[in-house]
């Protein structure tokens, strides 16, 4: 069963996610102090990238295996570091 439809919504999801953690911190002034922002961004990289070959995967379906492969291990990268945002987010000092 092909993954790639499950992938572009999770990682649309957590793109969403990853975006609002990054307006919150400039909103509040917070982005000066922790580097949350910027593993954020990374993870809203990392979230369009899988979008991207999924949706790849999901027109190719001859090259399909391929792009979903990459979509899984990317959308894994940015979990990882929305992980690292929101863990670095959670101890910052006020």
Do not use: Q
Not at 8 to 14: E, G, R, T, V
Not at 37 to 58: M, P
Not at 63 to 87: H, N, P, Q
């Amino acid at each position: 069963m092909p993954k790639h439809s499950h992938i572009l919504n999770a990682a649309s999801n957590l793109l969403g996610i990853a975006l609002i953690i990054v307006t919150a911190l400039h909103v509040t002034g917070r982005n000066t102090h922790t580097v949350a922002d910027e593993i954020a961004w990374l993870s809203a990289i990392c979230f369009t990238l899988s979008c991207v070959f999924s949706y790849f995967a999901i027109r190719a379906e001859a090259r399909s295996k391929r792009y979903e492969l990459w979509a899984d291990r990317i959308f894994l990268a940015g979990l990882f570091s929305l992980l690292t945002a929101v863990t670095t987010l959670a101890f910052l000092r006020s």
